[in-house]
């Protein structure tokens, strides 16, 4: 980590770009879901707009959201560090709460609010952030000893215990890479880098071992032939829909497999379905763009001589680049198949608000240096 203070001057005019870019980011995923969910919502709910209406809700609320953090002094968030940690603690154990957690496809990820429903984890991966980077940048010195980055540890810890008992290893997993990445940006010697990945390594393996539903996709990733009907439907669909695509696509909403053929499209698998329309030049120009967005992520990081600042902005642009590539990998077949929705992108409502209040953040942010 650069040699920071606890300053910064403000200035009236953030970094615009981001901005544009986030708002593109969201117009286009709003584009893909209509045309990912067209056929299944008319099917379903008697209306093809039915997920894309959904979705304007959520990008509507997450643009409130997403102005009133970039109008609301980022140092200020300083004392909502704590409160937010233990309110997502409170909000992930509800989850397990008799008529309050609702489960959905032999999981509970949810709690229900009347007729909505909220997924704590999301704002649990945002406490998380937030608690680090006040903690750290009280005494930049915590980052360099063991002693001291141990309430991160237990901290990250206890979401992630939390959250694969839903069961959720894809956003466990993303709590676990986020806490290592902070910590490293944050100054973390090697020493203990090695000491806290290698456990966490065995850990997950150990953790794939003990679920049957694992193992199962474990064995779908390796051979997904071996099951065309069974776990390895879903990647097989996913890797029809890419190959479909070729250079250049077969055109805006003229997708087949999102004719009921490929689950979740227009949620995990939508990536495979923007692949299908666009073609591999379409994929291109689509990475451009969620490069482009970390690029001035980690640019707005590093110009900051704020250590919060720089610690909030670099967690909020790690999980932004961590949940794309996560996805990315999925939908390839390029790691086991994991439900994880791309940022932005991907039908949810607690997803989009989340991050694009984030989003609100890390111009706030900019506001003092790029």
Partial sequence: MPKLKNKTAPRASGDVFLLAAVVLLSVIGCVFIYSA????????????????????????????????????????????????????????????????????????????????????????????????????????????????????????????????????????????????????????????????????????????????????????????????????????????ALGSGGWFGVGLFNSRQKYAFLPFSESDFILSVIGEETGFIGLLAFFALLGFIVYRGIRIAASTKNVFAYLLAMGITFIFGIQVLVNALVVTGSIPPTGLPLPLVSSGNTSIIIFLAEFGVLYNISKGGV
Avoid at 79 to 106: C, S
Avoid at 192 to 221: D, K, N, Q, T, W
């Fill in 37 to 240: 969910s067209s056929y299944s919502a008319e099917a379903t709910y008697g209306d093809s707009f039915y997920f894309v209406k959904k979705q304007a809700i959520g990008i509507a609320l997450g643009v409130a959201a997403m102005l009133f953090t970039a109008n609301f002094s980022y140092e200020k968030l300083k004392k909502f560090a704590l409160p937010l940690a233990i309110v997502a603690l409170v909000l992930l154990a509800l989850v397990f709460v008799p008529f309050v957690g609702v489960e959905n496809y032999g999981a509970k990820r949810w709690i229900g609010i009347g007729s909505l429903t909220v997924q704590p984890s999301e704002i649990a991966k945002f406490a998380f952030i937030l608690f680090t980077a006040a903690y750290i940048a009280k005494r930049p010195d915590r980052a360099r000893s063991f002693k001291g980055i141990l309430p991160v540890l237990g901290y990250g810890a206890a979401l992630c215990v939390l959250i694969i008992l839903e069961p959720n290893m894809s956003i466990t997993a993303c709590v676990g890479m986020l806490m290592i990445a902070m910590l490293f940006s944050a100054g973390m010697k090697i020493k203990h880098f090695m000491c806290i990945l290698l456990p966490a390594l065995a850990l997950g393996v150990a953790l794939i071992f003990a679920e049957p539903y694992r193992l199962s996709r474990l064995s779908a990733f390796l051979n997904p032939w071996a099951s065309p009907k069974g776990e390895g439907y879903q990647l097989i669909q996913s890797l029809y």
